[in-house]
Structures are given as C-alpha cells and as structure tokens.
C-alpha cells in the first residue's frame, strides 16, 4: 500500500464549475501538505503549503487537512480552463529530512 | 530570481548505459532533491543533498548515486540503464533542509532508455 493514496481520474469539469480533489494517508506523522500543480511537460508548480489540521485559503483555492481522518481535500473555485492541469498531493514528516511523498496525482480538464 | 535550472531536458540512451543529469538550484539555496516520475508511480523520492552531504535517501537501488557541489550545484548519475529507468526526473531546491521548507521544482530531464 502506497504511503500516500490519490485518485488519478481524469476529471472534467465545465468552466465555472467547484473542483474537489482529494488525497488519503497512512503514515500519522506526516505534518506538511502541499498541493503541487504540473502542467504538460513542466515541472510542479507549488499551490498551496499548509501545516497540520485546518483550512487555508488562497485566492479561488482553499486546502483543508483533517488529520484525525488523514484526509486532506484542495478545492477550486470558479474553475478556469487555464486551471486544466494534472494536481499533486504532497507530504512531509517532521524529522528534519527535506523529502516529499506525492500522490499519483488527478489530471483535470476544465471545459470552456 | 532564476528558477530551477536542469540539464539536459531530454536525452535517449540505450540499456546498459550511464547518464549524469545535472541541476542548478534557485540562488541561496542550499538543499537540493531528486525525484523521479513515471506514469505508473507517480513522483518517487530518490535523494536530498544539503551542503555537499546526502542527508537522506530513498528507495531506489545503488545504480541511483549523485552528489551535490559548494556551489550547491548537484548531479545524479544512473549506472547500467534498465528500460524501466526511462522517466522524467525532477530536481527540487529548498533553501535548507528542514521538513516544511518550500521546495522548488526544475522542469525536469526526460531520460530515455531504449
């Protein structure tokens, strides 16, 4: 079982539309999330960083972490066809070591 | 501010082969990662340097090897190519090694193996 689970999709959405992705995880002591946005044949872009349980929002984005569920959620709004892009989870412990453990990422379409 | 540079972004070898790839991190920054991505496993972890020194590694076989320089500039070098190498690989830069520190990615190098 991988340390960090994410649905890969693809998901569609029309211009305009709230976009929900989600990540699970195994391992409790995990205490950074990220979420990374890649578009094509680009390397990830850093979306949002947040620490611990709690909500962060960020212009049309808004991260949450449930930790008691290992559960953490990036939702989008107003969604624009220049947010089409694969997303990627991401997560760290809190042991001084710098390495990231990624989902598989979801690839989104946003229609116009 | 200069990203995260990476060289080559594309290169094609045969099995068997070697490569070193090559990764300039962002100006000031001291700690530098390497993952690698494939369709199948998504990005996968392989090392972190921080001032010349492995400071923690994945788990990828001893064929994965790298180093990093003073000037914080770091190479990977894969010995005898398997066709499951063929990957795109991505260099981070953070400015110190810490868990929580923003790491920055490069564009990648999209490596081959035929």
């Known amino acids: 079982q991988k340390e960090v689970e994410q649905d890969p999709g693809p998901l569609s959405v029309p211009e305009g539309a709230i976009v929900s992705l989600n990540c699970t995880y195994s391992n409790s002591a995990f205490q950074y999330f990220m979420w990374y946005r890649q578009y094509s044949r680009k390397g990830p872009e850093l979306l949002m960083y947040t620490y611990s349980s709690g909500n962060k929002e960020d212009g049309r984005f808004t991260a949450q972490v449930d930790k008691s569920s290992k559960y953490i959620s990036l939702f989008i709004r107003d969604s624009q066809p220049s947010d089409s892009a694969t997303y990627l989870c991401a997560m760290s412990r809190q042991t001084g070591a710098n390495s990231l453990f990624f989902g598989t990422g979801t690839r989104l379409t946003v229609i116009p | 501010k200069a990203g995260v540079t990476q060289t080559p972004r594309y290169l094609i070898k045969t099995r068997g082969q070697q490569v070193t790839l090559s990764c300039s991190p962002i100006s000031g920054h001291r700690s530098v990662s390497w993952y690698q991505q494939t369709p199948g496993q998504g990005l996968q972890f392989l090392f972190e340097?921080?001032?010349?020194?492995?400071?923690n590694k994945g788990n990828f076989p001893g064929r994965f090897s790298g180093r990093q320089f003073s000037n914080s500039r770091s190479e990977m070098n894969v010995s005898t190519l398997e066709l499951g190498d063929s990957a795109l690989y991505l260099c981070a830069s953070s400015f110190s090694a810490g868990d929580g520190e923003t790491q920055y990615f490069g564009p990648g190098t999209r490596l081959l193996v035929l």
């Open positions: 340097y921080f001032s010349e020194t492995q400071r």
